[in-house]
């Protein structure tokens, strides 16, 4: 059994900064250009970006630990947008945290 830390290293760091952008590198909207749901998905995908870009920010700037606290929330943007059927994510759920 591996040993557990409560260490943010800057692996780590990177192994989840690596997933979130292959997430959103695959993703692609579902919903229909002039739906309300468009407009969430849209929102969804502008806050994981956000978070994203926060995350990597921190991380050039030394605070991983926020860095890993804000890829986390961009992730589960993306990961809320695919559950609902906000995002077309071809049925991954490597990447992506699907329903069934």
Same mark, same amino acid.
């Given at each position: 059994?591996?040993?557990?830390?409560n260490?943010?290293? +800057?692996? *780590?760091?990177? &192994?989840?900064?690596?997933?979130?952008?292959? /997430?959103? =590198?695959?993703?692609?909207? #579902?919903?229909?250009?002039?739906?309300?749901?468009?407009?969430?998905?849209?929102?969804?995908?502008?806050?994981?970006?956000?978070y994203?870009? +926060?995350? *990597?920010?921190? &991380?050039?700037?030394?605070?991983?630990?926020? /860095?890993f =606290?804000?890829?986390?929330? #961009?992730?589960?943007?993306?990961?809320?947008?695919?559950?609902?059927g906000?995002?077309?994510?071809?049925?991954?759920?490597?990447?992506?945290?699907?329903?069934e």
């Open positions: 059994m591996a040993e557990k830390t260490t943010v290293t +800057d692996e *780590k760091i990177e &192994k989840y900064l690596d997933i979130t952008g292959r /997430a959103l =590198a695959k993703l692609k909207v #579902a919903a229909p250009e002039k739906s309300f749901n468009r407009r969430l998905a849209d929102s969804f995908l502008e806050m994981a970006n956000c994203y870009s +926060d995350a *990597k920010h921190f &991380k050039e700037s030394g605070d991983i630990v926020t /860095a =606290a804000a890829v986390n929330y #961009a992730h589960a943007w993306l990961d809320c947008g695919a559950r609902i906000l995002f077309d994510v071809e049925g991954d759920d490597v990447l992506f945290t699907l329903y």
